[in-house]
């Protein structure tokens, strides 16, 4: 059987934050959309099968889906 292992980087969330945020890239001035990511090991690079590393939390911009660190 042959197996093809990779990663891919899942997102989760879609919280809006209680404040509002000035994108760097195009301007905007809005509530961000709140996110937290995490890498999986996936099968085929389709199927995630575990996560591995850490959560990693951002915001990004609803218009021009910029992200940011939090
Ligand atoms: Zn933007």
Redesign the pocket.
């Known amino acids: 059987m042959f197996l093809i292992i990779g990663t891919k980087y899942r997102v989760s969330g879609s919280e809006l934050t209680t404040g509002q945020h000035r994108?760097?890239?195009?301007?905007?001035l809005a509530p961000f959309i709140k996110k937290s990511g995490r890498n999986h090991l996936t099968l085929f690079f389709v199927v995630p099968v575990f996560p591995v590393g850490k959560t990693q939390s951002f915001i990004e911009?609803?218009?021009?889906?910029?992200r940011y660190q939090t």
Do not use: E, V
């Open positions: 994108c760097g890239r195009c301007g905007t911009c609803p218009n021009c889906k910029a």
